[in-house]
Each structure stands twice: as structure tokens, then as C-alpha cells.
């Protein structure tokens, strides 16, 4: 199945009031399927910010025949931020000390 058949069945989501306090990525209030909008607001990101990353090869994305179309695979952008470099912030790492001294 290809990624335009979906296209027409991509739901929409709420705001990011709906996204876990913890601002870490949870996708599962998204679908599988994401307009750049839908991305942009799951990634915390400017949608112009989410283009200009696209056109440097920067995120995984798809275009739609034509190239104007751009959509996101929601399981895709979620091991991409998990991949990126920093700190883990998570708060299963917030009450561990520093290496032993």
C-alpha cells in the first residue's frame, strides 16, 4: 500500500494540550500518518522549522508524487528523536546521582 492511499484517511488530533506533560514525544495520540502540521506539533517544532529541516534532509519524511506533499510516518519521527543526541531528561533519570567519585 503506498503512502498516498492513506492520505485521504489521516484523521486530525487536538492541540498540544493534549501531549504529555513530561514533553517527551508520545505518539500515541497521533496517527500513523502525519500532515507536516500534525509533526510540527507532536515534535514541539515551528511548522516552518519542520520544512526547512525536511529540505536538508534532516527528518525522515515522504513526498506525494509532484513533491509538494509532504507526510510523516508518526513510528518514524519517534525513533528519529529517540536517536538524536542530548541528555535524558526522562524523569526515570532525574533522581540518579553523577558517576561515583
Do not use: C, K
Not at 500500500?1 to 501531549?19: E, K, Q, R
Not at 500513523?32 to 525536511?54: K, N, P, S
Not at 526522562?90 to 533522581?95: C, D, F, K, L, V
Amino acid at each position: 500500500m503506498t503512502l498516498s492511499h492513506y492520505a485521504g484517511n489521516v484523521p486530525t488530533v487536538g492541540t498540544t494540550s493534549d501531549m504529555p506533560e513530561s514533553g517527551r514525544v508520545n505518539g500515541s495520540n497521533y496517527p500513523e500518518i502525519l500532515t507536516t502540521a500534525m509533526a510540527a506539533e507532536m515534535l514541539h517544532v515551528h511548522v516552518e522549522y519542520l520544512r526547512r529541516m525536511v529540505r536538508e534532509d534532516r527528518v525522515p519524511a515522504h513526498r506525494f508524487p509532484g513533491g509538494r506533499e509532504i507526510r510523516f510516518l508518526r513510528d518514524e519521527l519517534i525513533a528519529w528523536v529517540r536517536a538524536q543526541p542530548g541528555d535524558d531528561r526522562s524523569p526515570s533519570r532525574q533522581g540518579e546521582s553523577a558517576s561515583p567519585a
